[in-house]
């Protein structure tokens, strides 16, 4: 008869079989994992990049330069390819059969820019919240650069929301952590024109100290990118003295007088609440608008309507752009300075300038039914304020990112 093994004994073979098998569980973890850290580092390497050639910009007016025709490096992306043009810039969807306009690189006079890399820009603004913020031409710029950015995203890695309660439009880009948002403020402070879609109307109306409604939204970001001038193109302006409730209380102001006032607030609100160690901030100048064909040689009824080529003539500059305003602006930007805050200002108002072929024209969603009279006269409904996609903002966005990423982000 075969002795039974005491318990005791049972008991200590059992605890040493467990810690082998726990033992060569934890050795298989250590090795799945090391084996899933090379497969993640695969996925995502560390990428360093050249900044050198960022670097060599300094000290060059990117602003001061010519239009050259450039067929093979532009246009940056296909219209087709960006599920996100809307309507007013989504000239190509609307019948206009021209291409040249999309094909025209920005060559300051002093030095070259980039070549632009979708990838390394998202790279390089990994984690950064990035918010374009005004009126419908700093619309049309965000969704430039969203055409940029989006098409080396993957399906599924991406999305466009727009934020319930607010007039926020949000674009992030998941695998990067990246958000490229829109902010809808045509006026900075609160105004009736605050409706993303709804602010069709003559007056303009603002409440000059009423700031906060807007810009508690703009606090978290990383890059802040303004526009404000569009809707500023007006005589007057209305100060309201009281609420939207009651606004029949109020002052009138002339338009360069109401632009620096709202200047002052939005500086003040700028000073006082952004962490300017995190957040950089940038204003983009007014941009053309094409009018009166005159004034490039043209019938004095005639304005952007088929026009396919730039104008060349150095210097040039159309009547609606309003002078005093961009030295409202720079005076504002400058004074801010002195306060320890630098806003760089994007003066892209010159290169504007020459782009009479680059508006939507005729070629955009109508949002009301055309009248006999306006088919009967296309140059009557014609958009030259706003720009085709792609086209002229995607210039805009290469400048400012090239002043981004020369900073080192």
């Given amino acids: 008869m075969r002795k039974k093994k005491p318990l005791l004994m049972v008991e200590s073979n059992v605890k040493i079989t467990l810690l082998i098998i726990g033992a060569l569980v934890t050795i298989s973890f250590y090795y799945i994992n090391i084996n899933n850290n090379k497969e993640e580092k695969a996925i995502r390497p560390v990428v360093i990049f050249d900044t050198s050639v960022y670097d060599s910009l300094e000290g060059c007016d990117l602003f001061s330069g010519k239009w050259v025709h450039d067929n093979d490096s532009y246009p940056l992306y296909k219209d087709s390819d960006c ?30 820019l980039p070549r632009f890399d979708a990838k390394e820009a998202l790279e390089r603004l990994r984690g950064k919240r990035v918010i374009f913020i005004g009126d419908s031409v700093n619309r049309n710029q965000w969704v430039s650069m969203v055409c940029m950015l989006q098409a080396v995203i993957p399906l599924g890695r991406k999305k466009m ?47 000059i100290n009423s700031i906060e409604k807007h810009a508690t939204n703009w606090i978290n970001a990383d890059i802040l990118v303004f526009n404000s001038y569009l809707w500023w193109r007006m005589p007057t302006v209305k100060i309201l003295n009281g609420s939207f409730e009651d606004s029949t209380q109020y002052d009138i102001v002339d338009n360069h007088n109401g632009y620096k006032m709202v200047l002052k607030t939005w500086s003040d609100w700028l000073h006082s609440h952004i962490n300017h160690t995190r957040t950089r901030s940038y204003f983009m ?80 969603l109508h949002y009301s039914p055309l009248t006999k009279e306006q088919l009967s006269n296309p140059s009557s409904y014609s958009d030259c304020t706003h720009w085709c ?5 995607d210039v805009w966005n290469e400048l400012l990112l090239a002043h981004i990423l020369r900073k080192h982000i």
């Fill in 161 to 207: 929301q727009k934020i319930h309660g607010v007039s926020l439009f949000t674009f992030k880009a998941f695998d990067y952590n990246v958000s490229i948002d829109f902010y809808w403020a045509p006026l900075l402070v609160e105004s009736n024109g605050d409706h993303p879609s709804k602010h069709r109307t003559k007056d303009r109306i603002v409440r």
């Fill in 285 to 364: 100048s007014m941009t053309a608008t094409h009018h009166k064909g005159v004034e490039w040689g043209m019938q004095d009824d005639q304005n952007c309507l088929n026009e396919t080529e730039p104008i060349m003539k150095d210097e040039f500059w159309e009547s609606g752009s309003d002078l005093k305003m961009l030295m409202i602006l720079e005076s504002s930007l400058n004074k801010l300075k002195t306060r320890g805050v630098n806003v760089q200002m994007m003066n892209i108002t010159q290169l504007t300038q020459y782009r009479k072929d680059a508006h939507p024209s005729i070629h955009r």
């Fill in 83 to 112: 599920p996100y043009i809307l309507g007013d810039y989504a000239c190509g969807q609307y019948g206009r059969k021209d291409s040249k306009y999309q094909q025209w690189r920005w060559q300051p006079h002093a030095c070259n």
């Fill in 389 to 393: 996609l792609p086209g002229v903002p």
